[in-house]
């Protein structure tokens, strides 16, 4: 799957630079019309389809300039709270916390839109000979306290400490990943990463990372597939059937880390973020979401 491209961002930069030049409530477009500034902000996974959106919904909708950044699902949360957001994007479901102070800046709940699914996937260099892994070693692995730090204690076709690759702490996937895969101690809390992960910003880093690097594991959406990277086919215990990302196990979850891709307003949206939101799960926004190698609602 193809990874964010340089044009692909020039052009988003040189958008956000038009579109701050421009007065939402007073400029007006070409023909005549108002322009409108959506602002939209959060999950680095789904920047890549977030851009693409904008760019085609320009196509549908001239005045409307949609203003995609980045930075993490936790940072596209945060800023409903000083308002320099209007939709959250989102890889997890909005926690509790967030919620009410989302509600305390706001005076709005938010609201959850479900636009897509994706099977989030982990990815291996090309010489690794394993392919399938369980939910149990891979909970060995990445948490703290497990007892996996070899590969060889996997498989001993391949020997050598395991490299560790993932998410920033404001990223969605890396609290969605910690979650699913890390588990809960014996006393219900929540068990963190171990310590020596490399940290990344991003879905395409992660991925281009573990392409060079031969004992590397690591995880991102199954959208950033590309051929300089293996996926690992998951099983929820060692020696279940384990099962390959995909469009149909990410949609009916029997994928053991599928989940969904969320727009967050604050409030119920009205107006033409609610036009835009309306479009993206319309035909036209479920096919640039098939495009992006993510999974359409139906």
């Given amino acids: 799957m193809k990874q964010t491209s340089t044009l692909a961002l020039a052009t988003l930069a040189a958008a956000a630079l038009f579109i701050t030049g421009c007065d939402k409530k007073a400029g007006t477009g070409g023909g005549g019309e108002k322009k409108i500034e959506i602002r939209a902000k959060g999950s680095d996974t789904m920047i890549q389809l977030a851009t693409a959106w904008a760019e085609a919904y320009r196509k549908v909708k001239p005045n409307v300039f949609v203003n995609a950044n980045g930075g993490g699902t936790g940072t596209g949360f945060a800023a409903f709270q000083n308002n320099t957001t209007d939709i959250c994007n989102a890889s997890r479901e909005i926690k509790k916390e967030e919620a009410e102070k989302v509600k305390a800046a706001t005076g709005k709940d938010p609201v959850e839109h479900l636009v897509a699914y994706d099977a989030l996937a982990v990815y291996t260099h090309p010489s690794n000979p394993i392919k399938e892994i369980s939910v149990e070693e891979l909970r060995e692995i990445w ?91 998951i099983s929820p215990k060692k020696g279940e059937p384990a099962i390959e990302p995909g469009t149909e196990v990410a949609r009916n979850k029997t994928y053991p880390i599928a989940r969904g891709l969320y727009l967050y307003t604050a409030g119920a949206p009205d107006g033409e973020i609610k036009a835009f939101i309306e479009w993206i799960k319309g035909p036209d926004g479920q096919k640039i979401v098939a495009k992006e190698g993510f999974v359409p609602l139906k």
């Fill in 143 to 233: 948490a703290e306290a497990g007892t996996i730090t070899t590969w060889e204690q996997v498989n001993p076709a391949i020997t050598g400490k395991i490299v560790l690759v993932g998410r920033a702490n404001s990223s969605g996937t890396y609290d969605y990943f910690r979650e699913h895969i890390c588990g809960k101690t014996a006393d219900k809390k929540q068990r963190e990463f171990r310590a020596g992960v490399s940290e990344l910003g991003g879905s395409s880093e992660v991925v281009e990372t573990i392409g060079k690097t031969p004992l590397a594991i690591g995880y991102s959406g199954m959208g950033y597939k590309t051929p300089g990277v293996n996926w690992l086919k």
